[in-house]
């Protein structure tokens, strides 16, 4: 068994300080513009903008386990288990060539997560990553795939296929 903490990259930590103090800088921009009337609008943005926060804080990836039977992605409140003998492939993806646009998810917001709509196959990918960087895709026997940092790729790989030995190297598709 081995776990993977995922920690920030430089552009993810710049990103979440840049919308932490737009969000500061327009709350009390509209603050500053209401003094005179009195309303309650400084109040239900920064309501508004800390519930989407909350929402995105609770979907962060914190870790990756890998056991004998399961990888499993440790979020703050969301665990995803993708039995090993469910995977298809796994292969790795240059940060280059990705493809990726975030459809409903977080793009540098303490990491990179969500559902992301890859316009190259035109098909949506679930990302877990803390890094823009050394990325892996995992697809699985539903063609459900996934995309999560590349803790350790030799690791992952030997996993799969001491799996697909054990199954007989037959692999449900």
Sequence with gaps: MSRYNLSLDRRA???????????????????????????????????????????????????????????????????????????????????RNTHLVPLLGSYGFFGYYGYYLNYQNWEIVRLYASQWQNLIEIEDIHDQKYVINNPDFPSITRLLTEAESRDGGERHR
């Design 13 to 95: 930590r710049r990103i979440t300080w840049a919308i932490i103090a737009a969000v500061l800088l327009a709350t009390a921009w509209i603050s500053y513009r209401n003094i005179e009337v009195g309303g309650y609008y400084p109040a239900w943005f920064l309501t508004f903008a800390l519930a989407i926060a909350a929402l995105y804080i609770l979907s962060i990836p914190r870790s990756i386990r890998l056991t004998e039977k399961a990888l499993e992605i440790h979020c703050i409140v969301e665990l995803t288990t993708i039995p090993l003998t469910n995977i298809v492939s796994a292969r790795p993806l240059r940060t």
